[in-house]
């Protein structure tokens, strides 16, 4: 494959909207590092979690619209355009979860609490979890990613997703029964 | 998870997808579907029995460019804006015929509140009128918006439905009688403005924030 050193990742991505997998794995693995350092230049006080997921976020929306990259056009503008609007949404989001949070008082008693029952629930590992959530249908993967991970309202997350509150509700229970089933912890 | 996990992932979910064709391209798509039926409605109505006339006066002529233009480079803005990258006065470009628009209208309407003061009465025949010969243009515009990226969606939204009702208005100037001025901004660019207006507050619904799903690739 001819590779122009001026945008190697045309030729790449190119390769990629046919469905060459080799390409878009060597093209994602190129523009990781781009942007991370994108990110890092646009907010530098951000921390490195931070900067992990508005980099993830990127690398999934490039692949959701991937198909909008035109032919001819170089591949760098179009990518940072994807990552700046990532890092916006990131931003929004962080300012509206903190304006939700408040500092919890220091309790002058020590509470009597019910221990959690880590005997009867199996633990489950993060990234095993995040691997059943990736294969869920999108729909179900939209409202637990919304709702789940995001942590926004049934209303915001209609608000963002164009699917109606009850649509979401019906998502996000179908999405948590997967989920129990993949992880044998169904209700009995 | 780790970017190295998600590369992965998405490594794994990929198929081959047709890539969107260039913006004039789907303009063009987009006319092709919306100017139709506006011409059959001007066919059903009858065109007004002035409009020769009318088309020889400078102000009605430049109006309806006006209108075809904002028709025309709204569109193509709404169609860019689902692209990444779009450079930024694409984005902005609406706005000149817009202005031109509605710089028009308020020469119009001067010009008539000193000749003959102002005129108005309800007529609440352009409404639906416009509302109906849009329904067709704003449909496939935005169908057409949903396969870009919904980032920029609310511009998209904007510039779409405004581009669908100029030209829907430049349909509904070929049949509708009446042309005061007062007439024209109350009634028909009001109708433009709140059609607008109500699309781009329903830009959730219209274009939902879920990835839009790329041609011949089946959802991960």
């Known amino acids: 494959m001819m590779v122009d050193e001026r ?10 909207l046919k469905g060459d997998r080799r390409a878009y794995e060597c093209l994602l693995r190129d523009v990781t590092p781009v942007i991370h350092r994108f990110v890092r230049r646009q907010w530098s006080s951000a921390q490195a979690s931070d900067v992990d997921d508005i980099v993830q976020e990127t690398l999934r929306s490039l692949h959701a619209v991937r198909h909008t990259f035109q032919a001819g056009r170089p591949f760098l503008p179009w990518l940072l355009a994807i990552a700046r609007h990532r890092l916006l949404d990131h931003r929004r989001v962080l300012v509206r979860q903190q304006s939700r949070e408040r500092p919890i008082e220091p309790a002058d008693e020590t509470l009597w609490t019910v221990p959690t029952n880590t005997v009867h629930e199996g633990s489950v590992s993060a990234a095993a979890l995040r691997h059943v959530i990736a294969r869920l249908p999108p729909r179900q993967r939209l409202a637990i990613d919304l709702m789940g991970l995001k942590e926004l309202s049934l209303k915001e997350a209609s608000a963002q997703s164009g699917m109606s509150v009850a649509a979401l509700k019906v998502a996000s229970h179908r999405a948590i029964r997967s989920l129990r089933k993949a992880f044998g912890t169904e209700d009995r | 998870m780790s970017t190295e996990r998600v590369i992965q992932s998405l490594v794994q979910d990929l198929r081959a997808v047709r890539r969107l064709p260039a913006t004039g391209r789907r303009l063009s798509l987009w006319l092709a579907f919306a100017v139709p039926p506006i011409a059959l409605i001007v066919a059903l109505m009858g065109v007004r029995n002035d409009l020769w006339e009318r088309l020889g006066e400078g102000l009605y002529l430049a109006e309806m460019l006006v209108m075809v233009a904002t ?41 008539e509140w000193r000749e003959v003061g102002a005129t108005f009465w309800l007529d609440f025949h352009c409404i639906p009128a416009i509302a109906v010969i849009s329904l067709v243009p704003i449909a496939t515009m935005v169908s057409l918006i949903r396969r870009g990226s919904p980032d920029r969606r609310a511009v998209a939204v904007l510039w779409g439905t405004l581009a669908a009702a100029a030209l829907a ?23 433009v403005v709140v059609l607008t207006g109500l699309a781009t507050a329903a830009r959730g619904h219209l274009v939902p924030n879920a990835p839009a799903r790329t041609a011949g690739s089946t959802p991960a």
């Open chain 2, 71 to 111: 028709g025309l480079i709204g569109g193509y803005g709404a169609l860019a804006a689902g692209i990444p990258g779009t450079r930024r006065r694409t984005l902005l470009a609406p706005i000149v015929p817009l202005g031109a628009w509605i710089g028009l209208l308020a020469f119009q309407y001067g010009r």
């Open chain 2, 169 to 191: 208005n430049v349909g509904l100037r070929l049949f509708h009688p009446v042309d005061s001025a007062l007439m024209v901004i109350a009634w028909q660019f009001g109708t």
């Open chain 1, 7 to 16: 945008d190697p990742w045309t030729p790449l991505m190119d390769a990629a």
